[in-house]
C-alpha cells in the first residue's frame, strides 16, 4: 500500500514539475488517437454506405424466347430454394414492354413499328449484401446461366468490383495508419518516461542504496505512462464528441446529403479511447523501463 502512496504522489509530482513535457505528451497522445478514431468511424460510414447500396444489388435473369410456363415455375423453384437469394421478382415481357415505354417517355414512338414484343421475360434476384463478393457472385451467375431456359444472367460486375476493392482498401488503410499511429504513441510515451527516468536518476540512487525493488522504482514510471494515455485519451474523446455534434446538428443543416455517410455513433467508443491510449502508453513505459539497467 505505502508503494502506490509513494508511486501516486511521485507522479503527480513529476506531472506538476514537468507539465510542459507532460502536456506536449498528452496533447500528441490525443491527436493520435483522434486520427485513429476518425480513420476508423469514417471506413464504418463508408462500409455502411456500401452496405446500403449493395442492398438493391442483384442479378437479372434474362429467359429464352421459347421458355415455357413449367420451366419457369422450376426456376422460380430454384431460386426459392438458393439461401444466398433473399428476393425473387418476375418480370413478364409485357410489363418488361411498359416499363421500357414509361422509360423512354415521349420517345415511346420509336416502338410504335414493332409487330411483337422483343423483350424477354426475367427474373430479378437479390442477394443477402453479406456474400457481394465479386467471386462469389460471378460464380452464382455462371451457375445459373447454365439453367435451363435461362438465356443470359447480367449484373453490375464491374460497379460490385469496384464497390467491394474500395471497401478493402479503405479497412486495409485503417489498418496499418491505426497500427502506425499507436506505434507513435508508444514510442513518443517511451521518450517521455525515459527522459524522466534520466532526470531523477539521482532520486533513484538513493531509493537503491535504501533497499527499494525494481518494481517500486519502476511502479511510478509506469503509473505515469497510464495517467498520461488516460488523459491523452479523454481529451481526444471530447475532441472527438465535439466534432460529431458539430457536424450532427450545424453542417448537416447546410449538406444534407452529408446525413447518408453517417451512422450513429456508439457511447462505447467514448470509453474505449481513454483505455486504448491507456493501455498503449503503458506498453510505451514497460519498454522504456525495462532497457533501462540499474
Known amino acids: 500500500m505505502k508503494a502506490f502512496i509513494y508511486s501516486f504522489q511521485s507522479v503527480f509530482r513529476s506531472l506538476w514539475h514537468e507539465k510542459w513535457i507532460n502536456l506536449l505528451t498528452i496533447l500528441s497522445v490525443s491527436i493520435g488517437l483522434s486520427l ?3 480513420f476508423i468511424m469514417l471506413t464504418i460510414n463508408m462500409d ?5 447500396w449493395a442492398k438493391n444489388f442483384g442479378l437479372v435473369v434474362y429467359l429464352k424466347a421459347n421458355v415455357s410456363s413449367a420451366e419457369e ?8 430454394q438458393d439461401d444466398d437469394i433473399i428476393e425473387i421478382k418476375y418480370i413478364s415481357k409485357e410489363l418488361a414492354l411498359k416499363e421500357l415505354r414509361a422509360t423512354l417517355g415521349a420517345n415511346e414512338l420509336i416502338l410504335e413499328g414493332l409487330n411483337e414484343n422483343p423483350l424477354p421475360s426475367s427474373y430479378e434476384l437479390t442477394l443477402k449484401s453479406n456474400l457481394l463478393d465479386p467471386e462469389r457472385v460471378k460464380r452464382k451467375a455462371s451457375l445459373i446461366e447454365h439453367m435451363s431456359g435461362v438465356e443470359e ?3 453490375g460486375e464491374k460497379w460490385l468490383s469496384s464497390l467491394y476493392t474500395i471497401s478493402k482498401a479503405m479497412k486495409a488503410v485503417t489498418i496499418i495508419v491505426g497500427g502506425a ?4 504513441i508508444a514510442f513518443m510515451t517511451y521518450s517521455t518516461i525515459k527522459i524522466f527516468f534520466y532526470r531523477r536518476k539521482d532520486e533513484i540512487e538513493t531509493l537503491k542504496l535504501l533497499g527499494a525493488t525494481r518494481i517500486f522504482i519502476r511502479l511510478p514510471f509506469l503509473l505515469e505512462g497510464l495517467i498520461i494515455g488516460l488523459l491523452g485519451g479523454i481529451i481526444s474523446s471530447l475532441a472527438i464528441f465535439g466534432i460529431y455534434s458539430f457536424t450532427s446538428l450545424k453542417v448537416i443543416e447546410f449538406l444534407p446529403s452529408v446525413r447518408l455517410f453517417m451512422t450513429s455513433f456508439p457511447f462505447q467508443v ?11 502508453s503503458v506498453i510505451g513505459s514497460l519498454i522504456a523501463v525495462g532497457k533501462i539497467r540499474y
Not at 48 to 52: D, E, G, T
Not at 181 to 184: D, N, P, S
Not at 270 to 280: D, E, F, S, T
Open 181 to 184: 499511429i499507436f506505434i507513435a
Open 48 to 52: 455502411s454506405v456500401i452496405q446500403r
Open 73 to 80: 415455375t422450376s426456376l422460380k423453384n430454384l431460386f426459392s
Open 36 to 38: 485513429v478514431t476518425a
Open 153 to 155: 444472367v447480367q449484373y
Open 270 to 280: 467514448y470509453i474505449i479511447v481513454p483505455l486504448a491510449g491507456a493501455v498503449v
